[in-house]
Nanobody, 127 residues
């Protein structure tokens, strides 16, 4: 069973950038589709991005499209989320997740499609 650990969160000003990392261990990372979700206080967990096993295909939620970019390095068992032009409404705990479906070829937007979750990393954007 793969395990996921996120890092890179923090406090930045509106308009700034952060890069989150999610390191995987204990499984075959290159066969997994990966996703990022976020949860703000008092709100439901929200889909942010998805990436296929190869990294060739990505998909983003409407609220982050054009500002966030997901990528992965299978040699390092790591997936990244580059976040630019951050806004106060991006404040949330960000989670990465791994999916065993379809040998990693899909782009999944629902929580139930993911099997393993990280512990989350806090991102806070000040206005």
């Amino acid at each position: 069973q793969v395990q996921l650990v996120e890092s890179g969160g923090g406090l930045v000003q509106s308009g700034g950038s952060l890069r989150l990392s999610c390191a995987a261990s204990g499984g075959t990372f290159s066969s997994l589709a990966m996703g990022w979700f976020r949860q703000a206080p008092g709100k439901k967990r929200e889909f942010v991005s998805a990436i296929t096993w190869s990294g060739d295909n990505t998909h983003y939620g409407d609220s982050v499209r054009g500002r966030f970019t997901s990528s992965r390095d299978n040699a390092k068992n790591t997936v990244y989320l580059q976040m630019n032009n951050l806004k106060p409404e991006d404040t949330a705990v960000y989670y990465c997740a791994a999916s065993n479906l379809d040998y990693g070829i899909g782009l999944y937007t629902s929580e139930w499609q993911y099997d393993v979750w990280g512990q989350g990393t806090q991102v806070t954007i000040s206005s």
